[in-house]
Structure formats: structure tokens, C-alpha cells
């Protein structure tokens, strides 16, 4: 398992479940995370953002007063460099699409075990997401058959004029990314090493003002990069 030697992330739990919200203190801090802050809905959550400046926030969808998606979008509105991960009980909850289209870094089902729970919270911290290619394409599947809850977007969305700014070889490893490949999956694939599929990644995230992986994953689709299915 990989050592982390930066400083450990700083976490904001929201969920109004108090077990809920214990339990994965206790799991965090015991591997030396950082939980700076616990919320019982969305407002307390965003609330507990603006004052304690997190780098990671665990966000339950559904919470009363505020949902876990209208907080995520006040959260990365005004804390853009905050990672947001979803936390949900069933793997295709509807809004875990717009989740990810409001700039959460992925998602995470509540009975995840406490080593995946703990390496999610240092992974988005690092710039990646939590996508696994077949939630990512079950998602995007609900998405684009316009599933209830799914997102608006438009039907048959034109590509997107900031892509004009990428090489060929960018665009081959955005496409590739809006698939679900991982680094390690991209350098096999293009023949690359992971270092110099980095570097591509790197450069489209600054290239298209690009969070993270989620929203490169978002992008793809939402621009026609690349299809469902496809």
C-alpha cells in the first residue's frame, strides 16, 4: 500500500445519521485523517466549510434542510479547491450523476470497508476521483436516457469549443478517461508511461479548468467526446 507523506487531509462529515458520523470519525482518525468537523444536513455542512476550510468533505446525499447535492454545489462554490466526496447507500442512487456534475470527486457507499474509506479521503485529496468504470457507465447510461433526477443537459450535446485547446494526443486521453481508464490503464493502452500520461492529465485539467477526474469523466459526455456505450 502506498506511504502518504504529505500533511494529512483535513475532513468535514456530513451525515444526519449520528452513527453514521462516529463511525467514520472514528475510522479516519485512527489512521491519522484529520476530521476537523461533523454536520447533521446540508446547511450546517456548507456552514462547517466556510469556517474550518477542509480539504475533503464526506457529504450524504440525502439529509434534511438541505440535500447533499445543493450543498456540494454551495461548497465548491465558494470553496472551489475543496474535494467533496458523496456518500450514498445504494450504488445507482439518481443524483449521484449530478453529483458529479456539480464537481463532486466521486462517490462512496456507506458500508465501504475502513481501509477504502480512508485511501478515498487521500485520493481525492491527491486530484483523483472515485469512478470506477462501471458506475461510471451505469451513471452516464441513467444520464443520457434522461432518468428522473439525472441531470438536464442537452440532448445531443455539440463538442465543446474549449476542446479546440487540446492536441490530438490530449483529446485521446480524454476520451479514454470519459471511458473510466486509470493512469495505469491509459499507458497501456496509448504505449505511454504513467509519468508521461500524467503529464497529459495534468495539462487538460489546467487546459479545460478541470477539478479533477470526475469532472474530466462529466465533460466527455457532456460534450460528445465520447458516447454511452461507446
Known sequence: MTTHSDPAPRVVIADDQELVRTGFRLILTARGIDVVGEAGDGAEAVAAVRRLRPDVVLMDI????????????????????????????????????????????????KDVTPAHLAAAVHLVNTGDALLAPSITRRLV????????????????????????????????????????????????????????????????????????????????YETGLVAPGG
Do not use: W
Open 62 to 109: 440525502r439529509m434534511p434542510a438541505m440535500d447533499g447535492l445543493e450543498a456540494a454545489r454551495r461548497i465548491l462554490a465558494q470553496s472551489p479547491d475543496c474535494r467533496v466526496i458523496m456518500l450514498t447507500t445504494f450504488d445507482l442512487d439518481h443524483y449521484v450523476y449530478a453529483a458529479l456534475a456539480a464537481g463532486a470527486s466521486g462517490f462512496l457507499l
Open 141 to 220: 447510461e441513467r444520464f443520457s436516457s434522461g432518468a428522473p433526477g439525472a441531470g438536464t443537459p442537452a440532448a445531443t450535446p455539440a463538442v465543446h469549443r474549449d476542446l479546440a485547446v487540446l492536441t490530438p494526443r490530449e483529446r485521446e486521453v480524454l476520451t479514454l478517461m470519459g471511458r473510466g481508464l486509470s493512469n495505469a490503464e491509459l499507458a497501456r493502452e496509448l504505449t505511454l508511461s504513467e509519468a508521461t500520461v500524467k503529464t497529459h492529465v495534468a495539462r487538460i485539467f489546467a487546459k479545460l479548468t478541470l477539478r479533477d477526474r470526475a469532472q474530466a469523466v462529466v465533460l466527455a
